[in-house]
């Protein structure tokens, strides 16, 4: 089975500022990489997908980069609503998930 | 759009089957190519996918949880279900439903998400 290692697993960050995000997969998956936000008492929402494609209605402050074993989640200046938990996922094969990145506010 | 919602029982007796159903408003869950997908995490754990039904009725389980686990659908009622038996503390957990758009063999992403709705096992 792929194993997927996020890191940091959380981290404080005030608005504003530049956040990354990192995930690794434990064997190449090409592009097959999605990313979501998890906000509690919401649905789980798809911000990046294969990788580097911006899911519609997500802004452009959310930008995904990588392939292969090694990809990055950037929001490019943070903003108040995007305190929340992020996750990778592979779609290589059958879904796994990163252990995620909660964003606190610093 | 496409909304789904999880609905069942949040109290399951331990050694009993869990079930829960998905409702799919915004479109049928018998048209277009898409998995239709449950997943669970427990509290301070990691997600974990239990299971998938393609449009066409086909099922994919999770090994680990192979016995237990039985998705359906209900095309007139435009649901699916999850039933999960032999529960233990160990399925206390939230468990979401989400569409899963058709990959080669897998699904590319998953879109959208029902809330979640936390099960608890316990007598």
């Known amino acids: 089975d792929i194993q997927m290692t996020q890191s940091p697993s959380s981290l404080s960050a005030s608005v504003g500022d530049r956040v990354t995000i990192t995930c690794r997969a434990s064997q190449s998956i090409s592009n097959y990489l999605n990313w979501y936000q998890w906000k509690p008492g919401k649905a789980p929402k798809l911000l990046i997908y294969a990788a580097s494609s911006l899911q519609n209605e997500v802004p452009s402050r959310f930008s995904g980069s990588g392939s292969g074993t090694d990809f990055t989640l950037t929001i490019s200046s943070l903003q108040p609503e995007d305190f929340a938990t992020y996750y990778c996922q592979q779609s290589y094969s059958n879904p796994a998930f990163g252990g995620g990145t909660k964003v606190e506010i610093k | 759009q496409v909304q789904l919602q999880e609905s069942g029982p949040g109290l399951v007796k331990p050694s009993q089957t869990l079930s829960l159903t998905c409702t799919v408003s915004g479109g049928s869950i018998s048209s277009g190519n898409y998995y239709w997908t449950w997943f669970r995490q427990p509290a301070g754990k990691g997600l974990e996918w239990i299971g998938r039904?393609?449009?066409?009725?086909?099922?994919y389980y999770n090994s680990s949880l192979n016995s237990r686990v039985t998705i359906s659908a209900d095309t007139s009622a435009n649901q699916f279900s999850l039933k999960l038996s032999s529960v233990s503390a160990a399925d206390t957990a939230v468990y979401y439903c989400a569409r899963g758009d058709t990959g080669n063999k897998f699904p590319l992403y998953f879109h959208p998400w029902g809330q979640g709705t936390l099960v608890t096992v316990s007598s």
């Open positions: 039904i393609y449009s066409s009725g086909s099922t």
